[in-house]
Nanobody, 123 residues
Framework: VQLQASGGGLVQAGGSLRLSCAASGVTFARYAVGWFRQAPGKEREFVSAISWNGDNTHNSDSVKGRFTISRDNAKNTVYLQMNSLKPEDTAVYYC?????????????????WGQGTLVTVSS
């Protein structure tokens, strides 16, 4: 099982980015997927998560109204659309997956992880 996160980059405050998390080696439709982020010197924190069929999503309070998670199971890919970005959104963003129905918000709810993609928001 491999997850490949991509789409990070440098953007000005107020701008947008779309992150992708592509899975290989699994039938992704059976997995819940979460996005987490880790800023320098800080712990990894929950950002957003989506159930296997996309019907159930959760966002952290810090990104509500700005970030949207979605998935295309035919493409084995989960997306994180990030709008109205702020400098405090700067972090390495990781996607993670877990087999089953539960949509977790803790790092230990997930069993495998992608390598991370860096998002830098300049003020």
């Amino acid at each position: 099982v491999q997850l490949q996160a991509s789409g990070g980059g440098l953007v000005q405050a107020g701008g947008s980015l779309r992150l992708s998390c592509a899975a290989s080696g699994v039938t992704f439709a059976r997995y819940a997927v979460g996005w987490f982020r880790q800023a320098p010197g800080k712990e990894r924190e929950f950002v957003s998560a989506i159930s296997w069929n996309g019907d159930n999503t959760h966002n952290s309070d810090s990104v509500k109204g700005r970030f949207t998670i979605s998935r295309d199971n035919a493409k084995n890919t989960v997306y994180l659309q990030m709008n109205s970005l702020k400098p405090e959104d700067t972090a390495v963003y990781y996607c993670a997956g877990v087999l089953g129905l539960r949509v977790g918000k803790q790092t230990n709810d997930y069993t495998f992880w992608g390598q991370g993609t860096l998002v830098t928001v300049s003020s």
